[in-house]
């Protein structure tokens, strides 16, 4: 009973050296997953329960014999008294912790912890630092940033829940806009500069220029020669010379160019793949208009798909050509200020057009086969592969055609007149209607012809000369008096002769005179009369005495 009594004064003796939110020195007895048990220098020992450290959770340096801070919060439990180590913490760093905040000053924090969305930061206390402000570009390794110190601006500061968020990526923003800075002011556009390639991307490989600032070599100024990825030029780590494309003050951005560097493949082009040359490449890509082909890294040439085949029509040039094979082409054409080159696969080869222009000299007659029919006209075959048209003005010497199916039918065969082959082009004209003689050759001035009346006007009649030909004979061609109409002599399918006064090939028009025609047999009866001799007196008198 006098043991018992001593022990509790002792207890109150204790508790009267402790004051509620005093801070104290302790020393740690032994921590586990319950919490921490510290030495208080009394006859109990003080306890810190593990929900004090919240997701940190214990400290992995919180170990026998360690000092830490506590503040007695005036409470008991199961013989400890309650103390708190995030209590201490805030009480000797919240002071400094909001006034770093309130100057928007840089402190030093620990990277303690990973947990979801983020970090736990040391700064004195707790501080969350979000993935998103961990930096400005993107980590390989997050497990290497633990126990990493590291500075941060405070950006949210709660002093009713002692809340803290923090920021390392606006620090490394304000330094590297500073680095920045001062190597932009030390470069301009064209110097060539040093540097280590930092990262590869999509579009481009980053390059460290000094002080941590970078700049960006885009994909294609990374080589003259067409590439898929960085990598085929530069690795992570390189030492490399570049060449400054421009500078953006603003932005702090630096373009950089690294095959400037390099001697321009398109240098004395014109020499190196004359027109008309044959040349060596290799297929590097396939589109619906073409293939590129590289003649050597840098150098690109096109070759059109109208130029893969003579005789068939290739819809897609990979019916031709495989990517990445080698093939001849020749050159068409090389344009250095644009770039470009064209190529031709087909001309590596007999032009078969100047053959047939052998084989069917103008005038020659052939049958062909209608294979398709245009406003214009109607496409041929000639033969496998080769294609003629025939215009809608060679179908009929004397029909006005509107459309070719008035004269053809797609799929039948048909006799035709080769015009012209043009080997250069690559067509060839036929007709149909020079199969027959012009019939407006027998229409020439001067000639006599007969018609029928099939159109009666005021001011003049049309005659019907033969199926498809028509003249024309205006009303003061009609006659020799004036003034006559033409309803009053002519009637529908009366027949009339007259005189060719004009003919026009090329408009097709013929112009007819009956009162030319009427003057001219006038005056051929009068020649023809005035031509008898007149009787002699000798001859008048021996009729009368006969």
Do not use: C
């Amino acid at each position: 009973m006098e043991e018992q009594e001593m022990s509790f004064q002792d207890a109150i003796n204790s508790m009267q050296d402790l004051k509620p939110g005093e801070l104290r020195t302790v020393r740690i007895v032994a921590a586990d997953r319950e919490g921490v048990v510290v030495d208080l220098g009394l006859k109990s020992e003080g306890f810190i329960p593990v929900e004090e450290f919240g997701q940190r959770g214990i400290p992995a340096d919180f170990t026998s014999d360690k000092e830490i801070q506590v503040v007695f919060t005036g409470s008991r439990t199961e013989g400890y008294y309650l103390v708190s180590y995030t209590q201490a913490r805030m009480k000797y760093a919240w002071p400094k912790i909001k006034t770093a905040y309130e100057n928007k000053e840089t402190v030093t924090g620990n990277i303690v912890k990973k947990i979801k969305g983020g970090f736990i930061v040391d700064v004195g206390v707790d501080a969350f630092l979000p993935m998103s402000q961990v930096d400005n570009k993107s980590i390989d390794s997050l497990n290497e940033l633990l126990n990493r110190n590291i500075k941060v601006l405070i950006t949210e500061l709660n002093s009713s829940n002692k809340s803290v968020v923090v920021s390392h990526r606006k620090v490394v923003d304000i330094e590297r806009k500073g680095n920045a800075q001062k190597v932009l002011s030390t470069i301009k556009p064209d110097d060539i500069i040093e540097g280590t390639v930092t990262k590869l991307v999509e579009f481009g490989a980053f390059i460290d220029i000094g002080g941590g600032v970078e700049g960006l070599v885009h994909i294609s100024d990374l080589s003259w020669r067409r590439i898929d990825k960085a990598s085929e030029v530069v690795h992570v780590g390189d030492k490399v010379k570049v060449k400054v494309l421009s500078i953006d003050q603003e932005k702090a951005k630096i373009s950089l160019g690294l095959k400037h560097l390099l001697p321009h493949p398109w240098d004395d082009i014109e020499k190196k793949y004359p027109v008309g040359s044959i040349v060596k490449g290799k297929v590097i890509s396939l589109v619906d208009f073409g293939a590129f082909v590289e003649l050597e890294p840098g150098v690109e040439g096109l070759v059109h798909v109208s130029e893969l085949s003579w005789k068939e029509k290739v819809s897609h040039p990979k019916k031709v050509l495989k990517s990445g094979e080698g093939y001849e082409f020749k050159v068409l054409d090389v344009n250095r200020q644009q770039g470009k080159i064209s190529l031709s696969l087909k001309k590596t080869k007999e032009n078969p057009w100047e053959e047939l222009k052998k084989k069917y000299p103008a005038g020659a007659k052939l049958k062909v086969k209608v294979t398709k029919t245009a406003p214009f006209g109607a496409f041929v075959q000639i033969e496998e592969g080769m294609e003629g048209l025939i215009p809608l003005q060679d179908m009929s010497w004397t029909r006005r055609v509107n459309k070719p199916e008035e004269i053809v039918s797609t799929g039948k065969e048909i006799d035709a007149v080769m015009m012209e082959v043009k080997p250069l082009e690559e067509r060839a004209l036929l007709s149909i209607k020079h199969l027959t003689q012009d019939p407006f050759i027998k229409y020439s001035v001067g000639k006599i012809v007969k018609g029928e009346v099939n159109k009666i006007f005021d001011f003049g009649i049309t005659i019907r000369l033969e199926p498809g030909m028509e003249g024309f004979i205006h009303k003061n061609e009609i006659s020799r008096e004036r003034d006559i109409e033409p309803k009053s002599i002519f009637k529908m399918a009366q027949e009339v002769e007259a005189k060719v006064i004009r003919s026009d090939r090329k408009t097709r028009k013929i112009d007819l005179s009956v009162r030319k025609l009427e003057i001219e047999m006038e005056k051929e009866l009068v020649k023809k009369y005035s031509n008898i001799p007149s009787p002699t007196l000798g001859q008048v008198l021996e009729e009368r005495n006969e």
